[in-house]
């Protein structure tokens, strides 16, 4: 699996993950195992972590945030568990970015295993693989909270897009506020639980993120300007017309364009294939 082993004398070392010295009985790891690429001193990584419940709120604004940010240049770096972190590394290879996975397990037990395809994808688009577990190590329940705080360090950033009140993500988030990082956190729905935490954190003092445009200038990081794909038929016209400033439900683009049901499926599905538009996922298209 070409797992290389790298110390913490090693020049490769990530120097981020010195700063774990500060981290009351935590500490740097002796040793980290990685598959892949690691990141250059000059690359620009920020985390994006939340709850593996994710809800349809979460899913959409967590990939369009990852998916922004992975096109501006920017590393995505998270665990790999489902929902968020999940949604966080799958925006960032459909965008062509780069990703890294750091694990709560040793390289050769990837968890969950429907996730394994996904690490492969990562790693085919330079992104890496990181634990501190040797192969062969049998795996503990503590290990995944304390691979978070390798999480927290690596990146200058960390955004927590959906999280209640526990969970690994408000540990993460935690760990980067120690460690001097910059903490962001997704306002939600004050009724839901799934918000709880993130509405905590920013009454805390994190900043609020509601897009791509409240990250990129406290990073230093810029849109790539992509050309335009042209629409190729006056249906196709009508839906680009009505996103071009917003994403909107199918639903709200048949009752705006007056197009039927089957008639608006039809166009979607081609200006999906001809990457015109993209679907965030419950019905929620944004214009590419």
Known sequence: MQISRISFQDPQFPDRLHDLERLKGMGVPKQIFVRGTLPKPEDRLITIVGTRKVSKYGEQVTYQLAYELAQAGAIIVSGLAFGVDTIAIRAAVEAGGRAIAVLGTPLDRISPAPNRGLANELLELGGALISEYEVGTEVQPWFFAVRDRIIAALSEATIVTESPTQGGSLITA???????????????????????????????????????????????????????????????????????????????????????????????????????????????????
């Open 174 to 288: 935690s760990h980067a506020k120690e460690l001097g990082r910059n903490v962001m956190a997704v306002p939600g729905n004050i009724t839901s639980e799934n918000s709880a935490g993130t509405n905590r954190l920013i009454a805390q003092g994190a900043k609020l993120v509601t897009n791509y445009t409240d990250v990129a200038p406290e990073l230093g990081l810029h849109i790539r300007v992509a050309r335009p794909v042209m629409p190729r038929s006056k249906e196709e016209a009508t839906i680009a017309n009505l996103l071009e400033t917003a994403s909107a439900t199918s639903q709200q683009l048949i009752e705006a364009s007056g197009f039927s049901a089957a008639q608006f499926a039809n166009v979607i599905s081609l200006m999906e294939i001809t990457g015109k538009v993209r679907n965030l996922g419950a019905g929620v298209w944004v214009r590419r």
